[in-house]
């Protein structure tokens, strides 16, 4: 994709891995240093004992305590013993073999991936609410920052700050500070690089920190609208909860691994009560990943992480933030679709997708197409896809132009030009409507032919765009650009987790950026639609916070179960990658409150499960912080997934004989205390599912009982996936299980 869709359509930034910096003469010679994280053994008992801890290592390595002091950058003495230093590569590598020394990974850099939503999944104003309990919830997000002036931060009817919140606000640059609403606000930017498009406070330049805070909790705003579009009252899934930004992205550089792990640690250190990321996280090891790092280390202290599952569907393996201690969501669209009419000189209607602003001004405009106003023969190649420097501005001048898509900006450059407006054909999904700064709108193929066939039938073709309207659709559906599984880091954990809207999202914005973001366009506006599981990602933290709101006790495991076995279920009609699209199904808060039983574990047990897909102690080190863990001396995980997750997922081992996989489960009560629960196996074609016990009573609340699943398939030809369920029913509760099998071999 092009930088205009990863600005407008999908928020993203095309930042991914810098790793190099700066030269510095050191002992080693002039060599090229980059950042680096440096996790530690022992943890000291106070934060400036840390800090000495993290001299005293770098000393060892440079010679002296000064140049020690200019090599860190920042020492993490919160949650976990780390610090991020600049060092050679010689100088990593001999810090990777110091006994004190637990592990050590490159600095990288991370992207973004970037109302009604909430009545269309049963959220609605009527719902049930804890108002005293959700005033006490802290949600804490790692974003572009925040609108502090912005009425979905307004305070009205809030008391103080909860008594448990250890945070700061300010004063910074450009920032008109917090209130009993935002009651935190901080911003990261450790290589203390300056960027010439940003600001160092917590501000948000960009409008994606403010827009998914505002989904996530914003307060009440009635009339909220984008230019007359999806009016009505905005509102996040906890209005009355308390929230924290921390800026770690940035508007040139990106969101970098040692800002995450710094604003983790002030989050954790601060009482938040949910952490949401809508950031790209990294394939490879978790160990390594700044996101599941931060994440562990949260949900050691209570905190369930919820984060993007990322915007690079609809390719297979492309799922972000897989690790299993995290919530992780894609995106789905739901049923209202942005379309703008366009008339033809000779009466025929057609109709595209986009978010167009504009009232025309006549009934019709001279049409012509990009081909036709090309600066001379050598350029008509470039001018049928209208791009910059290749069409003729005197033939443009008061035209609407019919253009193929082959970068964004179409609309851009014909406004550059003085034409009217453009009609873009594209082949790509049009599921997401693009903001444009003229009028303009987006044509599948079909469509693009009839227009070109009227364009060259006529000598005097016209057209005109009309403003978008809102057309209810059917829904939900998943979104094209939302990445699909199977999981890259673990192969038996499914992911993603859950789905929510993510297409189309009106929410609060920024005064400080224009709709597109592009030069010359003069749209601004306090609300405006984004897309992308940036955008869905809120819409799952809130509900995290919504049902903590009811159960403040419950650990981010417990949380996270509630979450996806109530979750609404879908199927391969929705969409034909199944579970690797929408995991457990659409999100459904109401009936997150009260799940039945919840698949619950501790921090020991995602260590027994690192431990059984083959990390060792350092690896896992990162992750625990100063305690060791050695893997031959634990209980051993048992079952084909060894871990107690809500979704099971099954892989073929071979293309020739059946696979046979168990599963071993343990689920609470946290429904009535007499309770029975009855199991429903739901299996596909070719696939033998049993489950023993089928039945299981409870006499108490919090009671356990265990059970397993043994899945036997057979071969499958080129199928992907197949999906079965095991459904726990009681009199009052339904508690939903996907199990999927996964043949490697249609990959």
């Not at 009651?183 to 930017?189: D, E, L, P, T």
Request: hydrophobic letters at 35%; proline letters at 5%; charged letters at 20%.
């Amino acid at each position: 994709m092009s930088k205009r869709a990863y600005i407008n359509l999908l928020p993203l930034y095309s930042l991914f891995l810098f790793f190099t910096f700066g030269g510095l003469e050191t002992a080693y010679g002039n060599l090229q240093k980059k950042f680096y994280i440096v996790f530690l053994r022992d943890h000291p008992i106070t934060e400036r004992l840390t800090l000495e801890t993290h001299i005293d290592v770098l000393s060892s390595l440079t010679g002296s305590e000064s140049d020690a002091s200019d090599s860190l950058v920042h020492s993490y003495t919160r949650s976990f013993n780390a610090f991020a230093a600049k060092l050679s590569e010689d100088e990593a590598r001999t810090l990777s073999n110091m006994d004190e020394v637990l592990s050590i990974f490159p600095n990288r850099y991370h992207k973004l991936h970037t109302t009604k939503s909430w009545e269309f999944i049963g959220l609605d104003p009527s719902a049930r609410r804890n108002f005293k309990a959700e005033s006490n919830i802290i949600v804490g997000l790692l974003d572009t920052g925040i609108t502090p002036q912005s009425e979905s931060f307004e305070d009205d009817g809030l008391g103080p700050p909860p008594a448990k919140w250890r945070g700061s606000c300010g004063p910074f640059a450009n920032f008109s500070g917090c209130n009993n609403k935002l009651i935190g606000a901080r911003y990261f930017k450790l290589d203390k690089r300056s960027d010439p498009n940003d600001i160092l406070s917590p501000i948000d330049v960009d409008g994606h920190g403010t827009h998914t805070s505002s989904t996530l909790a914003g307060s009440l705003v009635p009339n909220a609208n984008l230019y007359g579009l999806a009016k009505g009252t905005a509102r996040g899934a906890v209005p009355s909860a308390r929230v924290a930004m921390y800026k770690v992205c940035w508007a040139s550089s990106g969101c970098s691994d040692m800002d995450i792990l710094a604003a983790f640690d002030a989050a954790i250190s601060d009482g938040v009560d949910i952490i949401s990321v809508s950031i790209g996280g990294l394939t490879g090891s978790y160990t390594s990943d700044s996101i599941a790092v931060g994440a562990f280390h949260a949900m050691r202290k209570g905190i369930l992480t919820v984060a993007s599952a990322g915007n690079e569907g609809p390719n297979h393996g492309t799922v972000a933030n897989h690790a299993p201690w995290i919530l992780t969501v894609a995106a789905s669209g739901f049923d209202r679709q942005l379309r703008s009419k366009v008339v033809l000189g000779n009466g025929q209607t057609v109709s595209g997708i986009g978010v167009n602003t504009f009232d025309p001004k006549q009934k019709l405009y001279p049409l012509a197409s990009g081909i036709d106003v090309a600066k001379n023969a050598d350029s008509k190649d470039a001018s049928r896809y209208c791009i910059e420097d290749s069409m003729d501005p005197k033939k443009v001048k008061g035209k609407l132009v019919y253009c193929k898509m082959a970068s964004w900006g179409a609309d851009s450059v014909i406004k550059g030009l003085n034409g009217i407006g453009a009609i873009i054909e594209t082949e790509q999904y049009l599921d997401v409507a693009q903001i444009f700064m003229a009028p303009a709108t987006m044509v599948n193929s079909t469509t693009g032919e009839k227009i070109n066939d009227y364009i060259h039938s006529t000598r005097s073709a016209s057209g005109v765009i009309y403003k978008s309207e809102e057309v209810k659709i059917s829904a939900p559906f998943i979104a094209s650009f939302s990445s699909r599984g199977p999981n890259q880091g673990s192969q038996h954990i499914l992911k993603p987790d859950i789905v929510a809207p993510g297409i189309d999202i009106l929410a609060s914005y920024t005064p400080l950026k224009s709709l597109t973001g592009l030069k010359g366009d003069t749209q601004y506006s306090k609300f405006t639609f984004m897309s992308g599981t940036s955008m869905s990602c809120p819409h799952v933290g809130g509900t995290a916070a919504y049902v903590k709101s009811f159960r403040p006790n419950w650990s981010p495991t417990a949380i996270k179960s509630a979450i996806m076995t109530t979750a609404t279920p879908l199927s391969s009609k929705v969409d034909k990658d199944a579970e690797f699209a929408y995991g457990a199904g659409q999100l459904n808060p109401t009936k997150a409150v009260s799940p039945g039983l919840v698949y619950d574990m501790n921090d020991m047990s995602y260590i027994q499960f690192l431990c059984h897909e083959g990390y060792n102690e350092s690896s896992i080190g990162s992750l625990i912080g100063h305690e060791s863990v050695n893997c031959s001396k634990l209980l051993p995980a048992t079952g084909e997934d060894a871990i107690n997750y809500p979704t099971m997922q099954l892989i073929l081992r071979s293309d020739q004989e059946p696979t046979v996989g168990v599963f071993r489960r343990r689920v609470t009560n946290v429904g009535p205390p007499d309770s029975v629960f009855n199991a429903t196996i739901k299996a596909p074609k070719g696939v033998e599912i049993k489950v023993k016990p089928a039945t299981l009573s409870f006499t108490r609340p919090s009671q356990k009982r265990s059970f397993k699943v043994v899945v036997k398939a057979n071969p499958m030809s080129s199928t992907l996936i197949l999906s079965g369920s095991l459904t726990w029913k009681s009199s009052q509760h339904t508690v939903r299980s996907p199990i999927v099998i996964h043949n490697p071999w249609a990959d």
